[in-house]
């Protein structure tokens, strides 16, 4: 397992959670990476994502509510989500692309990134 995240857990409507996706044999500054999220029943759907040289991308819906951010010293992407709603509810996966080259965009899209951790489920309660 290359990628391991923690953070998860039970908070009430309004709250705030901070996932973790820490790496054991990557080194993550050398990798995009990226926050998904699956709800039961429902396709998989892109969060955020940060390039290796610190470029972040949203999906719309996201905006505003969850921020991603790089934690050098830890060897890890961190996902602050606050303002948490029930629709939230879901298992939170990170997954990470290797940066051959310097770009300053990286996709939201689940087939690009080809390490993936193994999640970890968030519930929010009304």
């Known amino acids: 397992v290359q990628l391991v995240e923690s953070g998860g857990g039970l908070v009430q409507y309004g709250g705030s959670l901070r996932l973790s996706c820490a790496a054991s044999?990557?080194?993550?500054?050398?990798?995009?990476v990226a926050w998904f999220r699956q709800a039961p029943g429902k396709a998989r759907e892109g969060i955020a994502c940060?390039?290796?040289?610190?470029?972040?991308t949203y999906t719309d819906s996201m905006k505003g509510r969850f921020t991603i951010s790089r934690n050098y010293v830890k060897n890890a992407v961190d996902l602050q989500m606050n303002s948490l709603k029930p629709e939230d509810t879901a298992i939170y996966s990170c997954?990470?692309?290797?940066?051959?080259?310097?770009?300053?965009?990286?996709?939201?899209?689940?087939?690009?990134?080809?390490?993936w951790g193994q999640g970890t489920q968030v519930t929010v309660s009304s």
């Open positions: 997954a990470a692309h290797a940066a051959r080259v310097l770009q300053s965009f990286c996709p939201l899209i689940d087939g690009w990134y080809d390490v």
């Open positions: 044999t990557l080194i993550l500054d050398h990798y995009h």
């Open positions: 940060m390039t290796s040289n610190g470029s972040s």
